[in-house]
């Protein structure tokens, strides 16, 4: 099996490129081929220089708050270099594996209860309106897809676009010795990328296709998040809760989009473990790293 992964150099990526079995060809915007979704005339070379069996997009505009402002080029990268990605794919008889997001949810504020594949999404912000986008012309133009929301998203590699994740941020910021605000009216599920990449070669190894949901399992709002990594971490922080509107950013987040994993299990895939396992783990492994 020859599989071609966008984004590889991303958090998700280089958790994801090493697990699969097969050739793999990692592929961002300064590899050979350079792959740039934001120029749909070069993604043909991936297909003719790579000859994947299975394209997997790891990539994305991924700046929330940003793409507010020029939401050209979050639907430049997340819409229309995809769909561009889903038309070669289904030309070309490959299977599109396309990472997705929880912030496709979010208009129904009132909801608190998880959101499962069959609700209707709602985003409320540009970048999920973008990403949204992006699902449903893969679903469209391209028959052999496996869409996979995930959401909250922290591995040891960090972020390349955003520099770092919420986990090294918090840890960062606690070095500093100031005390921290978080807010704690958002809830959805921390999940570690090196859960989300081996469940979701499990599932792309049972031959399914389709939308999933993939996160680690549980939930927590950024504030319990920050808590636990100071406790696990044996910190003393000064640390509170506070009401989103008490830390304005430019793009509203969902307050609860914690992402039922049913589909997933009916699949055959293991739940990946609850958060505060796989937090557990990723902090074992930050310190093994360095
Ligand atoms: N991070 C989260 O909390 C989170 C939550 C839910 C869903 N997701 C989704 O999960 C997936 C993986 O996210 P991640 O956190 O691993 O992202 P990441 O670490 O920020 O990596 C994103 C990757 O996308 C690439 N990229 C950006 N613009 C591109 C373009 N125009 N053409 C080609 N590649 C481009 C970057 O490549 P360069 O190396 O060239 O910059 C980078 O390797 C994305 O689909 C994201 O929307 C993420």
Redesign the pocket.
């Known amino acids: 099996m020859r599989y071609a992964v ?9 958790d994801l490129c090493p697990r699969l079995e097969g050739e793999v060809v990692a ?4 590899s050979s081929p350079a ?5 749909p005339e070069s993604l043909r070379a991936l297909f003719d220089e790579a000859r994947p069996d299975v394209v997997v ?6 700046f929330v708050d940003k793409a507010e402002s020029e939401p050209e080029a979050a639907f ?3 819409a229309w ?1 995809v769909r561009e990605l889903a038309r070669l794919c289904a030309e070309r008889d490959c299977l599109l594996v ?6 496709v949810f979010g208009l129904d504020a009132a909801r608190r209860t998880p959101w499962s594949e069959s609700d209707a999404p709602g985003p409320v912000s540009v ?1 999920g309106l973008s ?1 949204l986008a992006g699902e449903y012309l893969v679903r469209a133009l391209c028959p052999r897809h496996l869409v996979l ?7 040891v ?6 520099g770092g ?2 986990v090294e941020t918090m840890l960062r910021l606690a070095g500093q010795g100031k005390p921290l605000r978080v807010v704690n009216d958002q809830t959805c599920t921390p ?1 570690y ?1 090196v859960d ?1 990449a081996e469940a979701s070669i499990a599932l792309m190894n049972t031959g399914q296709t389709g939308l999933y949901h993939l996160t680690n399992s549980g939930s927590c709002t950024w504030h319990e998040l920050a808590r636990t990594i100071f406790e696990l971490s044996g910190l003393s922080v000064d640390l509170a809760p506070i009401p989103s509107c008490e830390y304005p950013v430019p793009a509203r987040r969902p307050t609860y989009s914690v992402l039922d994993l049913a589909g997933l299990h009916e699949a055959g895939i293991a739940v990946p473990r609850p958060w505060r396992e796989a937090l557990t783990a990723y902090l074992q492994e930050r310190l093994r790293k360095t």
């Open positions: 966008l984004g590889a150099a991303g958090q998700l990526g280089r592929l961002g915007r300064t792959v740039d979704l934001s120029r997009n790891c990539a994305a505009y991924n430049a990268v997340n270099g396309h990472f997705s997001t929880d912030y970048y990403k929301r995930t959401c909250g998203l922290y591995g590699w960090g972020s390349g676009g955003k994740n919420f999940s990328t989300v």
